[in-house]
């Protein structure tokens, strides 16, 4: 049985040594006539956010877009600084974002 060198350093495709997949993912409901602070001090970012319902939702970035996100749809932007979803229905809503970083070449 033969193994691999301890010392053998594993690389992916031409991403320069970045991990595979997305940087973050994750959930967060919304509680009704509330808003959700996905973050503050957020670094320049793709931001992908989809809209699980049942009502619409409102997305704010500071440096970004703002809009309106309907039940079901699924929206991409750039962002960097806070981000914000709000949420003026009478129902809990549920989103679901991938946050990925922007690399920019120096």
């Known amino acids: 049985m033969s ?3 301890k010392n053998v350093k594993k690389t992916t495709g031409n991403r320069g040594g970045a991990p595979d997949g997305p940087i ?3 959930t967060q409901l919304i509680k009704p006539k509330g ?3 996905l973050a503050e001090t957020l670094g320049r970012v793709h931001l992908i956010v989809k809209n699980h319902g049942p ?3 409102f997305l704010v ?18 962002a960097y ?3 914000r979803v709000e949420n003026e229905s009478e ?3 549920l ?3 991938d946050i990925q970083p922007i690399h920019i070449k120096p």
């Open 3 to 5: 193994k691999a060198p």
């Open 24 to 26: 973050g993912h994750w």
């Open 35 to 37: 808003a959700a602070l």
């Open 55 to 57: 009502n619409g939702v």
């Open 61 to 78: 970035a500071a440096h970004g877009d703002a809009m309106d996100l309907p039940a079901g749809a699924v929206r991409a932007t750039y």
């Open 81 to 83: 600084g806070m981000v």
């Open 91 to 93: 129902d809990p809503v």
């Open 95 to 97: 989103i679901e974002f």
